[in-house]
């Protein structure tokens, strides 16, 4: 069964607590897909990836651009896996694709977006139903990442 991981931000934004998992990631050599509702959420996530830390950068790329399937990390906003990614991060509420067709999945949710909430929830609920292994992990007042439950 797929792995789940469900990532409940409160103490900051996606855009500071997003690249350091996905850089965690491609270091275990895993390929990564990014999965959000809207293109111009992924423009803005494209061009923040590349300047996010002054000492390096993520190298990846957007399902619209030149060999999709050839990048480490892929950033979507379809179900599709054209670079064959192992691990798919949901962000923004958007509808993941089957949790059978990768080792893991992380859902990263706004924990002050009702919507979002609420998303996580129905997830949660239908994929404990499939009999994946769902975790949850909360950030702590330093934003650190915390296992609950």
């Known amino acids: 069964m797929t792995d789940v991981l469900f990532y409940h931000l409160t103490e900051s934004k996606l855009e500071d607590a997003l690249p350091p998992l996905i850089d965690k990631s491609v270091e275990r050599g895993w390929r990564v897909a990014v999965q959000m509702k809207e293109t111009a959420r992924r423009d803005t996530l494209d061009a923040h990836l590349w300047t996010y830390r002054e000492d390096s950068f993520l190298p990846h790329g957007t399902d619209e651009a030149d060999f999709a399937e050839d990048q480490p990390v892929l950033l979507t906003v379809s179900g599709e896996n054209p670079n064959a990614a192992t691990v798919r991060f949901i962000i923004d ?42 975790t949850y992990w909360q950030q702590t007042p330093e934003g650190r990442w915390e296992k609950k439950g």
Request: overall charge negative; glycine content about 12%; cysteine-free.
């Open 93 to 134: 509420g958007a509808e993941p694709p089957p949790a059978a067709d990768y080792e893991r999945i992380v859902f990263m949710f706004d924990g002050y977006d009702q919507e979002q909430v609420e998303g996580a929830r129905a997830q949660w609920k239908k994929l404990k139903g499939e009999g994946h292994n769902l």
